[in-house]
């Protein structure tokens, strides 16, 4: 009889204790494509208690901002299938604990487009001017902060989808690929923040782009408004969720109608903007 009670109890504390070890939470275990996927990393384990956490996943590792909340891009051409989420030291890649959480990548058919036209040459000197514009706005993007305030919003009252996330263009002479979600909008429309964060450029006249706004959300979290006609905010700008930032347009080469080619970026990967919206505002709740 005393064992019988003695393996109760021990059972008893070993599920109180393994439930209370757990190391992070993965909030939305099954994601597909070109979505985000969204891991909580338990106080006990963030920055201050343990050195240099980080979730590992698709053979990267990828850093919590300071809630401990890590959002990661999961790349269109990422294979279906299981995946281990574990927590480890950033960098060298020691494991912290020996938690982990299984994850699935759903595959998810993106549209194909033929164009009967030449894709066209371009200006590569102005071009690789661009690249390296955009690439040192990057570089004042704030990971570890989150500026994002409560739900996102849709860069327009009402949206319209005109072309969608990454719809391959199959032109007579080559091959491209849409990272962004193309809405419909007259020149002139209000164009608003899809959350607060910090205006890192804000540009006129990129070869590809046109006029051009990036917002860093915190968290490896950027937003992209181009082919805009007018710019309302500055560079080092704090913005608020929902403010007008700028009004749409149709600068850029080869655009062929007005209308707002929104973008979502987590981690460096492109991600649809609009399901983004969508599984950010069911998981997180500020």
């Not at 164009?115 to 371009?122: C, F, K, L, P, W």
């Not at 996102?152 to 719809?167: I, L, S």
Request: positive net charge; proline residues 3%.
């Amino acid at each position: 009889m005393k064992s019988v009670l003695l393996t109760a109890i021990l059972v008893l504390f070993s599920g109180n204790f393994e439930a209370q070890a757990k190391s992070f939470e993965v909030l939305n275990p099954k994601i597909e494509q070109g979505s985000v996927l969204i891991v909580r990393i338990v106080p006990q384990w963030q920055a201050k208690a343990v050195f240099n956490p980080a979730i590992s996943v698709f053979g990267k590792h990828y850093l919590p901002n300071k809630y401990g909340e890590v959002f990661v891009g999961v790349d269109p051409e990422e294979k279906p299938g299981k995946y281990a989420t574990t927590l480890v030291e950033y960098g060298r890649g020691v494991r912290l604990d020996w938690d982990y959480e299984k994850i699935e990548v759903l595959d998810r058919k993106f549209p194909i487009s033929r164009v009967s036209r030449n894709m066209g040459t371009i200006d590569t000197v102005r071009y690789k001017k661009d690249r390296d514009r955009i690439n040192k706005a990057y570089q004042l993007a704030n990971r570890h902060e989150n500026y994002a305030n409560g739900r996102f919003v849709n860069p327009f009252d009402t949206v319209t989808v005109t072309d969608e996330f990454y719809t391959k263009r199959i032109f007579l002479d080559g091959t491209s690929i849409h990272r962004g979600t193309d809405l419909k909008a007259a020149v002139g429309t209000s164009v608003y923040a899809t959350n607060s964060g910090t205006v890192i450029l804000a540009d006129r006249d990129f070869l590809l782009e046109g006029n051009m706004v990036i917002i860093d959300h915190g968290s490896g979290i950027l937003s992209y408004y181009l082919h805009l006609s007018r710019i309302n905010v500055h560079e080092g700008q704090f913005v608020k969720k929902g403010e007008a930032i700028a009004l749409s347009g149709d600068t850029g080469l080869g655009v062929r109608y007005p209308h707002l080619h929104f973008a979502i970026k987590v981690g460096g990967i492109s991600v649809d903007p609009l399901r983004f919206i969508e599984t950010m505002n069911q998981y997180i709740n500020r």
